[in-house]
């Protein structure tokens, strides 16, 4: 805990001393553009410009404080797992960011124009350190140049397919690819939105344990029957089960299916179904499912409180120190809440802007 600790403070002396950015982002409580932050904090705006000029080499170094922090945060925790998902980032008004695309946000409930980034980050005992991002567009988006062919009355505008689309599923696979070596994590953990068949075959080619939800339309078999999940005999819940578990096959794959039934948040239940490769018990499976929701408690304080959306800049390695920059920022703000055994991150964030400083550095050491 003591190397952990000293890493942080050296940190935060690298955050006062070099980055009136990362200062600008944890000290001010308003939007996270440059003038904005100048302003609140009392400082020549050009310092925060001068914090982009060389954006390729502060987004390497940024990975490999994020990196470093993520091996040190609770390193003997059993239950360390790498959690990948994806946010919107709106930017409703823009036309010239690069990386724009349109996605159906979850949160609003519609589609909307933005940022969308496929995010990996390491959760452990409730807390969670973000490691990297790649951004995801649409085929629309994606597409290149168009191609004109002429009808006899009209033209007719047609895309290029663009040979370097990836879905969301790729994404995550080039993410787990990324960090498997790098942060040691017990399984990965992800949405529904990932449960495809070339994930799975992909994880376990890598031997690598994970948790994950699953449409309930797909079809498996267990004890030599095939079904759709939510049809199936051997998934059925008795009484007053909340959750069943059960081995079979999934386009070949051996894999564990748990059923769970939840309260819903605006009320009354709804039914999910999990798959993994680990074997535990039916409330073990629900548990390991569950830690992901760390991720989505993040997206949410990045966005109100560290300006994950409010960047106005229009490259696209820009864009990616900014939001690297606030990854960075949260991480360093939930090493302070581990330390001093805070509630939250918001919190922190808190105590530090009544004061406009970041405090109390000495007292991590005890």
């Not at 036309?95 to 452990?124: E, F, W």
């Amino acid at each position: 805990m003591q190397g952990f600790c000293q890493n942080v403070i050296n940190t935060f002396a690298e955050v006062k001393q070099n980055s009136t950015y990362l200062a600008g982002l944890l000290l001010h409580a308003g939007r996270k553009t440059c003038a904005s932050m100048a302003r609140g904090l009392s400082v020549p705006v050009k310092r925060f410009y001068n914090f982009f000029e060389d954006a390729t080499t502060n987004v390497t170094l940024i990975r490999t404080k994020l990196i470093s922090l993520a091996r040190e945060l609770n390193p003997t925790e059993e239950f360390r797992v790498l959690v990948i998902d994806g946010t919107d980032l709106a930017k409703v008004f823009a036309k010239h960011i690069d990386h724009l695309s349109t996605d159906y946000d979850g949160v609003i409930r519609r589609v909307t124009q933005g940022l969308s980034i496929m995010v990996a980050g390491l959760v452990t005992s409730g807390n969670m350190v973000p490691l990297d991002f790649l951004f995801w567009h649409n085929k629309k988006k994606a597409a290149g140049k168009t191609v004109k062919k002429y009808a006899k009355k009209k033209s007719k505008t047609k895309k290029k397919a663009d040979a370097n689309y990836k879905t969301k599923v790729e994404l995550a696979i080039e993410l787990i690819a990324a960090y498997k070596d790098l942060v040691f994590f017990a399984y990965v953990a992800m949405d529904g939105a990932f449960a495809s068949n070339s994930m799975i075959i992909f994880l376990e080619t890598e031997k690598l344990k994970y948790s994950m939800r699953i449409a309930r339309s797909r079809k498996v078999t267990i004890n030599g029957i095939e079904a759709k999940l939510c049809e199936h005999p051997a998934l059925k819940l008795v009484r007053n089960e909340r959750s069943k578990t059960a081995s079979g096959l999934y386009k070949a794959n051996v894999c564990f299916f748990t059923i769970h039934k939840r309260k819903k948040r605006g009320g009354g239940w709804e039914t999910i179904f999990l798959v993994s490769n680990m074997k535990l018990s039916a409330k073990g499976h629900v548990e390991a499912y569950n830690r992901r929701w760390t991720i989505d408690k993040s997206f949410r304080s990045m966005k109100q409180y560290l300006g994950l959306k409010d960047c106005q800049m229009l490259s696209g390695v820009q864009q990616t120190l900014h939001i690297l920059s606030v990854f960075l920022a949260y991480a360093l703000a939930t090493a302070q809440k581990v330390a001093y055994k805070k509630k939250s991150v918001e919190e922190i964030l808190g105590e530090w802007r009544s004061s406009k400083k970041i405090q109390n550095i000495s007292g991590l050491i005890d």
